[in-house]
Each structure stands twice: as C-alpha cells, then as structure tokens.
C-alpha cells in the first residue's frame, strides 16, 4: 500500500506543476489590455513610474525567466503583495478569505455525501419501489435547479420568513460556535444538494447492480444476513464508481461555492476571485487560482489513495 500511495503522490506533481504554469500564462494574458505596473502607480501614473516599476518587478526580462522567477518565488511560499494595497500581502489575504469557504465546502459535502450515500442505499434496495421514484424523482429536480436559485430560496423560507438562522454574514469559528454554525448551515445546504443528487443516483445504480450479482446471490444463498451483505459485499464495490463521483463533485463544489457566497454575503475564495477579475488583481488572482489548483489536487490524490482501500487489484497492479 505504501508503494502505491507513493506512485500516486509522484504522478500529482505534473499536476501541480501544470496548474502553475497555466497560472502564470493566464496573468501574462491579462497584461495585453494594461501592465501591472501600471496598476501599481494607479490613476495618472506617469511613463517613468510605470518603467521604475516594470524594471523591480522584471516585467521587460524573458517570459521563461520570469517564470521561473516567480514559480521559485511561489515555491518558498512568496505570493506577492496585492496590487490594489501593497502592504497587504496575497498570503494574509488567502489566509482570511480560505477559512469560510473551507467551512462551507467542508460541510456541505459531509451533508450532500451523506444522505446521498444513505439514499442512494434506500432506493436500490426495492428499485422501482415508491421511495425509489420518489427519491429520484427529487434528485432529477435538484440536478435541474441552478445553484444561486437553490440559495436564495433558502435564504428567503428559513431565513428571511422564518427567522430561523441569518440571511447573510459569516461568523467565524473563533468568535461563536453557534454563530459559526448559523451563518454556513444555509450556504452549505444550497452547495450540497447537488452533491446529494448525483452521488445518490450514482450509488443507487452501482448499488442495484452489485445486489444483483453473482457473489451477492451466493451470499445471500448462504445465509448471510442481510445487513452483512449490504454493508461487507455490495457496498465496497458500489462505492468504487461513487467515490470518482465524490471526487468530482468535491472539484466542482469549490468553483460553485462563488455563487453561494455572493448569494449569501459571505467574503470567502470564491468572491475574492471575482474581485480580483474585475479589479485586474493579478497577484490575487495568482495566489487563489494556485490555492484552488492545490486543493483540486488533493482531492484527486485521496480519490487515487481511496480506491486501494476499497479495490485491493488496483494498488496490487502497482
């Protein structure tokens, strides 16, 4: 196992390496319609300050050696300063922004995973049954259902209507426990339906299927009980399909958390991207599309890692 975890940790570092690279190439892009020097020197900049600061930031040197000038900056946890306040650093404004949106993405996959893992068994054991259709049918409208549409009505039901818990704001873990708890509960809800949705319909297909084959049958033949033969033979190999689900969703998940927190109010990774888009914040934009990529990256490395605990074949070929 150890072999393979290691194979599987080498093969992420092309990925980590192309995240950056495409990083640096989409700032490089954004400097066609205006330097970042000129950023930097701000409204009336002057032609001299626009050139002292293109020749300290090394704007007018090769592409090839600034890139390896910022990667070599990038690898000793250098992110740069933000364009629009230099002295606020990248990585203090990651550091403040990264906590909401773990919170959010965090918890809705815990609840979208599990009650979707927990209907999706319901539905396969009696397929066709009434609560198989009536699952899928509100799956089916889930998946159709955009995101900020889910968001806003929730907000508009429980919070707004109801009073139950706070339309907008975030409150961090530090400062209350229940306010922390209020504040993302709305926002992850809205994020996890999705989540729900397909990882459900996923394992309840891969879940009828396993119940159905041959093993299951003899099994079952044999007396086995029947909790013992949903929970040891036909939901380890169901999950294997789901988990490349799980895998995905949690990728997308992070990209959709931006809508969720601007429907929501919330100041996390997703509305700092979009401000630094719109503000032309390179270095911002640098620093988040870089933390992103490094977390997509790890979730696709637990999937890998994941699939030699429940599919002994796979780490065994390695």
């Known amino acids: ?76 946890g250098d992110l740069g300063s933000s364009l629009l306040d230099q002295n606020t650093s990248v990585g203090e404004l990651i550091g403040e922004r990264i906590w909401p949106t773990i919170s959010i993405v965090g918890f809705s996959l815990l609840i979208g995973v599990t009650l979707g893992m927990l209907f999706g068994v319901l539905a396969a054991l009696r397929p066709g049954g009434l609560l198989d259709r009536v699952i899928s049918v509100g799956a ?16 508009w039901a429980i919070a ?30 809205a994020l996890s339906l999705p989540t729900l949705a397909i990882v459900q319909r996923q394992l309840r297909s891969s879940m009828a299927n396993a119940l159905q084959s041959r093993y299951v049958l003899a099994a079952r033949a044999r007396g086995v009980s029947r909790p013992k033969l949903i929970g040891r033979h036909a ?33 996390g990774m997703g509305e700092m991207l979009v401000s630094a888009i719109v503000n032309r914040n390179v270095t911002v934009l640098q620093g988040g599309m870089i933390i992103v990529g490094l977390v997509v990256a790890s979730v696709n490395l637990l999937v890998d890692i994941s699939y030699g605990f429940l599919n002994p074949k796979v780490r065994l070929d390695k």
Not at 239 to 264: D, H, M, Q, S
């Open 235 to 267: 939901l380890p190999n169901a999950l294997v399909p789901t988990v490349t689900v799980i895998g995905f969703r949690a990728a997308a998940a992070i990209g959709l958390t931006t809508a969720v927190e601007i429907v929501f109010g919330i100041r």
């Open 140 to 155: 089916a409208g889930v998946i159709a259902a955009p995101g900020f549409l889910i968001g806003m009505l929730l907000s």
């Open 1 to 76: 196992m150890a072999k393979y975890i290691g194979s599987r940790l080498l093969a992420t570092i092309p990925l980590v390496f192309a995240v950056l690279v495409v990083t640096f190439l989409i700032s490089v892009a954004m400097e066609a319609n205006g330097s970042i020097a000129t950023q930097i020197c701000g409204e009336g900049a002057t032609p001299e300050c626009v050139g002292a600061v293109e020749d300290e930031l090394g704007l007018n040197d090769p592409i090839v050696a600034r890139f390896f000038s910022w990667f070599g900056a990038v690898l000793s």
């Open 160 to 189: 707004v209507e109801l009073g139950w818990l706070d339309p907008v704001g975030y409150v961090s873990l530090g400062e209350s426990v229940t306010g922390w708890l209020k504040s993302i509960t709305l926002p992850s809800i």
